[in-house]
Structures are given as structure tokens and as C-alpha cells.
């Protein structure tokens, strides 16, 4: 079947019955498929298709500066370059901010996309955007939250299509659900199974690793009760379930009972409680991620994508100072708070997964909802958002490193060739992971939905 364009997709009128059961078809292969997506194996459709078994995606929730990142322009006027100088990288003519030092020297692993575009100015709605490869239903607002009318997240995706063994989550999201307090809606939507349905929500991993007492909230059991009790209770509750699900079989219902047997399976787990333990990575290890809270969850993605869990997502953290979002005081905020913690864990993860192997079979995503203005704020040192123009890195997973996809305007204001959306970005990810282009599955209503909507960025593969 000829796949309908992004728009023709949101306006379902625009498919019709032939077109339906075809996508009905489509869908069932793609639920029918055990334990993996099967679409995609390596080497079985274009270059880079099914390259990747695992995602480790980093979300720098705010937006940051594509002109304090890896777009800087020092040529432009002062307004506009701002402060800090280019570096040259280990990527031959590939120049990024000086602030990123560590990040310079492993820019061979790393693609850079600078032509990052959209017309969404909002964090909410744009989140979406980034996290699903779709539009959010809601577009160009702050106001509205999280529902099930969602697209999944691309790791809620991904559980559905390759789910994990009952002893680890198939998509795990670390420290948080993005929250912006001055945004109406509060949680940015587009970070939970959406469409599919609970049962495919995140194992959601929250406060800072880094402490010296800290542990999985989620694995915690309460105090005085043994695993042998946790497994009598969920006997118990079976019992329970299976006489309540006699009554009432909505999809609700099924969401909370497959949610429920799924916490008592992690909670019992002794492989689960050690994938969680930082405690068993040498001190040095830890120390060379940053002993903060982003780098520490940096390196629990690393522990978890090594012992098999398919995506990982860390948004970067509430630092109390609204994040990558620096309308004012870009500059010192960029320098002393957001980059250095952000250079040191992901070029820090380049090293390790290459080390280990794994660097081949992991893409490795670094993107915010969009940039910033190129034209600084006189009043108070700070870029507003600006979704015209920004850029992303990927990678490991068939990636080919030392790259520049795209170009931005003298500026960095508009893309100058090869413009891409936040959902090509994500369809790149899903091609890596070998999920095909035409893949549909079915919400809850039994409705096919595309996986994604976006297409791949397939010059950036080997």
C-alpha cells in the first residue's frame, strides 16, 4: 500500500476502506510477530535497516542553543555568535562549541544534524513531537496534558514490538516524566504508552543515582516483607484479579492487571534489583560519568542496554532552573551548569560502549524539543525558543560518525539544505531498529496507526 503523507495520516478521512484493510492486515502481521519486530533484520532492506538492538535516548528537556552546542557561527554578528568560540573535533572540519572538550574528541563516533526544523514553539506539544515521531494531538500548546489520545513514546513502541523477558522492563525512563512548571499543562505529553495503552508505560526510574543511599523506588519492597510474602500477596491478588476480570473485561482493567504482574515479576527478580545496582560498577567508572545526577543515570542506561533492555530514556533532570530552557543568563547557565555535566556523560558513554562492544548495536540519540533565537536577548543575556532551526546528534547503531547532515543559514536561523523534522529524527531511530517505514499496529480500538510517521535519514548510515 502506498503510505500517506504526514498530514494525510492526521485526516483519516483521507483512507479509505481498501486502504484499511490492508493497514488491518499490515497490523496484525506486525502484533503477531513473538518477542521481536522481526521486520527488520540487519542487512534485509536499506543501508542501516535493523542496525541497532537497543536505544539510549537523552533528552535535553528546555531546548538548548544550537549556536552553544554544535552550530556555532563566529562569523556572525556579535548578537547573534554570542560568547564562546568553535573548537576543531576528531570528526576532520567539524567544528562544535568550545565548551563541549570532551564531547570534540569523540565527534568520529558522532553524526551531527543541524537542519532540525518545525513551526511548534511550545515545550509541551513539541516534546511530543521528539519523543513519538508524531505530532502531538494538541499542536502549538503548553496547555495541554498527557492523554490517551497520545502517539506512544518510541520506547512504549518498542515494547510493543520486541517486549522483554518478565524479569526486565522493555523500556525504562529515567529520573523523571518531563515537567515544565510554567507550562499549563504541566507534563509534557507523549512520554507513556499513549494509544497503546498503559500496560506499555515506562518503568519509570526517579531520584538522583548519584547518592550515596539512593535505590529503584519501584524495587523497593516494603519494609519486613520477604520475596516469599511479595509472591503469597500476588498469589492472593491473582485470585482477586482473575474473579474481577470475570466482570468487567474493559481495556482499563487488563492495563491495570498487566501492570500489577509485571511489578511483582521485577520486584522478585534478583537479576532486575542487579541491573539497578551501581554499586557494582568500579568507582573509576562512575567518577569518569560525572558523580552527578545526570551522569550516574547515564551509566545506569549503559548497565541496562548490556544485559538486554531495548530503550532507555533519561530527560534531562529538574535542576530548579528550568532546564535547557535559558531565556535569560544563557551563557553562564550553558557554561556552568548544563553542558558540563551533558560533554562529560555522553562522551563518556562513546567511550564505554565502543569499549564493551556495544557501540555498534546501541544508537545513541542527543536532541532537544527545538533551539534557541539566534538573536540574544539584550535584556537579560538569554535566547527564546526558536523551533525554525536547531540540531541533534546520533550515534552508534550503524551510524556513520564524523558527519554533518544538513546546514543552517549564516545564523542558524533556517535550515540551508536537507531540512528535517523532529519526526524524520525519530523514523531514523526506528530504521536503525530495524521497524519498517509501512508498520502499523492497532491502538486500543483495534484502529491501525502507523508507527511513525517521519522517513529516515539514510544518508547517515554507513
Known amino acids: 500500500m502506498s503510505r500517506p503523507s504526514c498530514h494525510e495520516f492526521r485526516t483519516s478521512s483521507r483512507l479509505n476502506r481498501r486502504d484499511l484493510l490492508q493497514a488491518g492486515a499490515l497490523s496484525l502481521l506486525g502484533a503477531g510477530l513473538p518477542g521481536s519486530a522481526r521486520a527488520g533484520e540487519a542487512g534485509s532492506g536499506p543501508v542501516g535497516f535493523g542496525s541497532a538492538k537497543a536505544c ?30 568553535p573548537i576543531d573535533t576528531a570528526a576532520p572540519g567539524v567544528q562544535i562549541c568550545e565548551l563541549f572538550q570532551n564531547l570534540s574528541q569523540q565527534m568520529d563516533k558522532v553524526a551531527v544534524v543541524r537542519s532540525l526544523n518545525h513551526t511548534d514553539p511550545a515545550h509541551l506539544s513539541s516534546g511530543h513531537a521528539t519523543l513519538t515521531g508524531h505530532w502531538a494531538p494538541v499542536v502549538n500548546s503548553d496547555a495541554a496534558p498527557p492523554s490517551e489520545k497520545d502517539t506512544p513514546h518510541i520506547g512504549s513502541m518498542m515494547s510493543r514490538l520486541r ?44 531520584g538522583d543515582p548519584s547518592k550515596p543511599d539512593w535505590n529503584v523506588p519501584a524495587l523497593r519492597l516494603i519494609d519486613g516483607m520477604s520475596v516469599d510474602r511479595l509472591r503469597d500477596r500476588r498469589a492472593l ?7 474481577r476480570a470475570a466482570l468487567d473485561r474493559s481495556a482499563q482493567v487488563v492495563d491495570v492487571a498487566g501492570q500489577q504482574q509485571q511489578a511483582f515479576q521485577l520486584l522478585g527478580s ?19 560519568y560525572g558523580r552527578n545526577l545526570h551522569g550516574q543515570c547515564v551509566l545506569m542506561a549503559r ?21 535547557w530552557d535559558t531565556h535569560g543568563n544563557n551563557f553562564n547557565r550553558m557554561k556552568n551548569d548544563l553542558v558540563p555535566p551533558a560533554d562529560q556523560a555522553l562522551s563518556t558513554l562513546l567511550v ?24 540574544i536577548d539584550s535584556n537579560n543575556a538569554g535566547r527564546n525558543h526558536w523551533p525554525r532551526c536547531y540540531n541533534g546528534l546520533l550515534a552508534g547503531g550503524g551510524i556513520r560518525g564524523g558527519q554533518v547532515y544538513g546546514s543552517s543559514d549564516a545564523q542558524a536561523a533556517a535550515p540551508k539544505d536537507n531540512p528535517v523534522s523532529p519526526l524524520d529524527f525519530a523514523a531514523t531511530i526506528y530504521h536503525a531498529l530495524g521497524i519498517p517505514e509501512e508498520l502499523m499496529v ?4 483495534g484502529r491501525p496507526q502507523f508507527v511513525y510517521t517521519g522517513h529516515p535519514m539514510l544518508p547517515l548510515f554507513a
Request: charged fraction near 25%; charge should be negative; avoid cysteine.
Open 56 to 85: 539510549i535516548f537523552l533528552f535535553m528537556w528546555g531546548g538548548p542553543s544550537q549556536l552553544e552546542t554544535f552550530d556555532p557561527k563566529p562569523h556572525a554578528p556579535s548578537e547573534v555568535r554570542g560568547e564562546f568560540n
Open 163 to 206: 517486549p522483554m523477558p518478565a524479569t526486565l522492563p522493555s523500556f525504562v525512563t529515567m529520573p523523571w516524566l518531563a515537567l515544565h512548571p510554567a507550562a499549563p499543562g504541566g507534563r509534557a505529553p507523549g512520554q507513556h504508552g499513549g494509544w497503546l495503552g498503559h500496560k506499555f508505560d515506562p518503568f519509570l526510574v526517579t
Open 237 to 243: 491478588l491473582g485470585n482477586i484479579d482473575a474473579q
Open 270 to 288: 534478583d537479576r532486575t534489583r542487579q541491573a539497578f545496582d551501581l554499586n557494582g560498577e568500579p568507582d573509576a567508572v562512575r567518577d569518569r
Open 303 to 323: 548497565r541496562l542496554v548490556e544485559r538486554g533492555v531495548p530503550f532507555v530514556s533519561i530527560n534531562w533532570h529538574n535542576d530548579g532552573k528550568n532546564f
Open 352 to 375: 564505554d560502549l565502543e569499549e564493551r562492544g556495544l557501540l555498534d548495536e546501541t544508537i545513541v540519540a542527543w536532541v532537544g524539543e527545538f533551539g534557541r533565537n539566534p538573536k
Open 442 to 445: 492497532p491502538d486500543r480500538s
